[in-house]
C-alpha cells in the first residue's frame, strides 16, 4: 500500500508564504511525476505544478514567478514554496504522484487527502 501524506497548509495574510510537503510513504515503489493540484469552492480541481522524475517542472500561468515546485527523491517528498499569496490562491491543494508498485508494468495516479490554504486579511 502506498500513500501520500501532505502537510503545511494554514491561514496566511495577501502576500504571505507557505510551503506545502507531500511524503509517499509504502514499500516497494517508483515514483514518476509529482504534481500538486488545487480546487476552490465552486471550482474545478487544476494542475498548479508539476516536476518529473528528472526535474523537469511545469507550471500554471497565474502561479509563475510566485510558486516553485521541488523534490526530494531519496525522501519521495515534493514540495511547493507558494510566495506572494494572493486571495485567489485559497483553495484545497492536493499533492498527486504517478506510482509504479513492484511486479507492475504501469503508473498510477495516487492522491493525497488534501490541505487548506486560506489567503486572508
Known amino acids: 500500500q502506498v500513500q501520500l501524506a501532505e502537510s503545511g497548509g494554514g491561514l496566511v495574510q495577501p502576500g504571505g508564504s507557505l510551503r506545502l510537503s507531500c511524503a509517499a510513504s509504502g514499500s516497494r515503489f517508483s515514483i514518476n511525476t509529482m504534481g500538486w493540484y488545487r480546487q476552490a469552492p465552486g471550482k474545478q480541481r487544476e494542475l498548479v505544478a508539476s516536476?518529473?522524475?528528472?526535474?523537469?517542472?511545469n507550471y500554471v500561468d497565474s502561479v509563475k514567478g510566485r510558486f516553485a515546485i521541488s523534490r526530494d527523491n531519496a525522501k519521495n517528498t515534493v514540495y511547493l514554496q507558494m510566495n506572494s499569496l494572493k486571495p485567489e490562491d485559497t483553495a484545497v491543494y492536493f499533492c498527486n504522484a504517478a506510482i509504479r508498485r513492484i511486479f507492475t508494468s504501469d503508473f498510477v495516479d495516487y492522491w493525497g487527502q488534501g490541505t487548506q490554504v486560506t489567503v486572508s486579511s
Open positions: 516536476i518529473t522524475a528528472a526535474g523537469i517542472t
